[in-house]
């Protein structure tokens, strides 16, 4: 057994609160040994005026979308995607989706996230870049029906399925998938009985867009005569391994649906300023009992994956939304990006406790901004960034060691990206 001992530091307790304490990691297994005064280890990472937290944990992205970061901003939704988005992906390749994956990575481990959940396309290539960079997730290939023949209609259907079933349990665990319809309003109702299904056959979680916008919620209510979320308990999609991204226009029915079930909502609050979507009742969702993890959607939509901008606005956007600074404290938004999320994913993260993985941010505290310290989660939600994240380790592996990251080669990574995204604009031009 080879460990690894995170030594000098706080650590971030699973009831949030915080003392001074070591973690001791085993690197074979990948999980946490012991947390407090722990024994020696082989290796070593100092923590000394840093805080250990478990890794954040994104759980609604389009890594990829980082080529398309700055395309198009400042259109709703609808148009977005039409006009400029749908348009520049038709143009993507493999070795262009591989780049902007690589991309997303290497924003993700600066700034502290350990897993994620992604929905796109060559998701084989996603794969090969999460098992090079070392962190978990949770992948699966975004189905849309509108506007294709049958024929069409079921091969994207296949794929989801077909891509589910091969990578679950790939990178030695670390990647685990989901069937994921792109939404109840881009996927036909035949398709999401008949596919649902057969993920439920093969044991994958389902994972989609849902109430994003009044536009998406309205057809479905005037046709049905119901919820969207009441249709989707229908077709089965709302069972507690499924999460759905988004959420904004729910009510109180959904709400209880969500919670009854235990299903998750993945809320994207940047996203949902950027395109005007709305303000997601998270208070009121979270009062209701249903489990709301926080993610930053595609970057064209965010326009960064650094999930503290994302604490920040979940906690600011909660108070806006309920009229009320009480709203979404802290300890709220701290506990969605982390425990939240991992649970949404279905991975055992996101508490820092024996026999839990070892999946862990060290935040420098020794900042300007975050001097001086009254309280470590109100700094964690209000006044932390990405950049302060000192070390990132996932699975025991340590994936950047002060500032430096270990498993990616971050400027060719950069440069491969630029020209990559430049050749993708030109194309769909
Ligand atoms: N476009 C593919 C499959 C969809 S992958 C997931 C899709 O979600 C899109 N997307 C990104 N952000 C959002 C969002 O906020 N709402 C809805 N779709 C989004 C993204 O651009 C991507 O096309 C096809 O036609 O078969
Ligand atoms: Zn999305």
Same mark, same amino acid.
Not at 12 to 27: I, N, R, Y
Not at 91 to 97: A, H, I, K, Q, S
């Given at each position: 057994?080879?460990?690894?001992?995170?030594?000098?530091?706080?650590?971030?307790?699973?009831?949030?609160?915080?003392?001074?304490?070591?973690?001791?990691?085993?690197?074979?297994?990948?999980?946490?040994?012991?947390? @407090?005064?722990?024994? &020696? +280890? *082989?290796? $070593?990472?100092? =923590? !000394?005026?840093? %805080? /250990?937290?478990?890794?954040?944990?994104?759980?609604?992205?389009?890594?990829?979308?980082?080529?398309?970061?700055?395309?198009?901003?400042?259109?709703?939704?609808?148009?977005?995607?039409?006009?400029?988005?749908?348009?520049?992906? @038709?143009?993507?390749? &493999? +070795? *262009?989706? $591989?780049?902007? =994956? !690589?991309?997303? %990575? /290497?924003?993700?481990?600066?700034?502290?996230?350990?897993?994620?959940?992604?929905?796109?396309?060559?998701?084989?290539?996603?794969?090969?870049?999460?098992?090079?960079?070392?962190?978990?997730?949770?992948?699966?290939?975004?189905?849309?029906?509108?506007?294709?023949?049958?024929?069409?209609?079921?091969?994207?259907?296949?794929?989801?399925?077909?891509?589910?079933?091969?990578?679950?349990?790939?990178?030695?665990?670390?990647?685990?998938?989901?069937?994921?319809?792109?939404?109840?309003?881009?996927?036909?109702?035949?398709?999401?009985?008949?596919?649902?299904?057969?993920?439920?056959?093969?044991?994958?979680?389902?994972?989609?867009?849902?109430?994003?916008?009044?536009?998406?919620?309205?057809?479905?209510?005037?046709?049905?005569?119901?919820?969207?979320?009441?249709?989707?308990?229908?077709?089965?999609?709302?069972?507690?391994?499924?999460?759905?991204?988004?959420?904004?226009?729910?009510?109180?029915?959904?709400?209880?649906?969500?919670?009854?079930?235990?299903?998750?909502?993945?809320?994207?609050?940047?996203?949902?300023?950027?395109?005007?979507?709305?303000?997601?009742?998270?208070?009121?969702?979270?009062?209701?009992?249903?489990?709301?993890?926080?993610?930053?959607?595609?970057?064209?939509?965010?326009?960064?994956?650094?999930?503290?901008?994302?604490?920040?606005?979940?906690?600011?956007?909660?108070?806006?939304?309920?009229?009320?600074?009480?709203?979404?404290?802290?300890?709220?938004?701290?506990?969605?990006?982390?425990?939240?999320?991992?649970?949404?994913?279905?991975?055992?993260?996101?508490?820092?406790?024996?026999?839990?993985?070892?999946?862990?941010?060290?935040?420098?505290?020794?900042?300007?901004?975050?001097?001086?310290?009254?309280?470590?989660?109100?700094?964690?939600?209000?006044?932390?960034?990405?950049?302060?994240?000192?070390?990132?380790?996932?699975?025991?592996?340590?994936?950047?060691?002060?500032?430096?990251?270990?498993?990616?080669?971050?400027?060719?990574?950069?440069?491969?990206?630029?020209?990559?995204?430049?050749?993708?604009?030109?194309?769909?031009?």
């Amino acid at each position: 057994m080879t460990t690894l001992r995170i030594a000098g530091g706080r650590v971030l307790h699973p009831d949030l609160s915080v003392s001074e304490a070591d973690v001791l990691v085993d690197q074979d297994s990948g999980e946490i040994l012991d947390v @407090g005064d722990v024994a &020696e +280890g *082989d290796e $070593r990472l100092d =923590a !000394e005026e840093s %805080l /250990v937290m478990p890794g954040l944990v994104n759980a609604h992205c389009h890594a990829a979308m980082t080529l398309l970061r700055g395309y198009a901003d400042d259109k709703p939704l609808d148009a977005w995607l039409q006009e400029d988005i749908w348009p520049a992906e @038709g143009e993507l390749t &493999e +070795g *262009d989706v $591989r780049a902007g =994956a !690589e991309l997303a %990575l /290497v924003e993700m481990i600066r700034s502290g996230t350990t897993a994620f959940a992604d929905m796109y396309f060559h998701v084989p290539e996603i794969a090969e870049a999460v098992e090079a960079a070392g962190v978990r997730a949770r992948l699966g290939h975004g189905v849309v029906t509108v506007g294709k023949d049958e024929g069409e209609a079921y091969r994207d259907n296949d794929e989801s399925i077909e891509i589910a079933r091969e990578l679950d349990g790939a990178a030695g665990g670390r990647i685990k998938t989901a069937y994921m319809p792109h939404s109840l309003t881009t996927v036909g109702e035949e398709y999401l009985r008949e596919f649902v299904g057969k993920a439920r056959e093969h044991d994958v979680p389902v994972h989609f867009h849902a109430n994003e916008t009044t536009d998406e919620v309205e057809p479905i209510v005037s046709e049905r005569g119901e919820r969207p979320l009441e249709y989707a308990d229908d077709l089965g999609m709302v069972t507690e391994a499924d999460f759905l991204a988004h959420g904004v226009h729910t009510d109180e029915t959904e709400h209880e649906l969500l919670a009854e079930r235990g299903a998750s909502v993945v809320h994207c609050p940047a996203s949902n300023m950027k395109l005007a979507s709305g303000m997601a009742p998270v208070q009121e969702m979270r009062e209701a009992g249903v489990n709301v993890a926080l993610g930053t959607d595609g970057a064209a939509s965010n326009n960064d994956l650094d999930l503290f901008d994302e604490l920040r606005d979940a906690a600011m956007l909660g108070k806006l939304a309920a009229a009320d600074a009480a709203a979404v404290p802290a300890e709220a938004a701290v506990e969605m990006a982390t425990a939240g999320g991992a649970r949404a994913l279905g991975f055992d993260s996101g508490r820092i406790e024996a026999g839990a993985n070892a999946d862990l941010a060290v935040v420098d505290f020794s900042a300007p901004h975050l001097t001086p310290v009254h309280d470590y989660v109100s700094h964690l939600a209000y006044a932390a960034t990405g950049g302060d994240v000192r070390h990132t380790v996932c699975d025991g592996e340590v994936l950047m060691r002060d500032r430096e990251l270990q498993t990616l080669d971050e400027a060719a990574i950069r440069e491969h990206a630029e020209s990559r995204a430049a050749a993708v604009a030109e194309r769909a031009e």
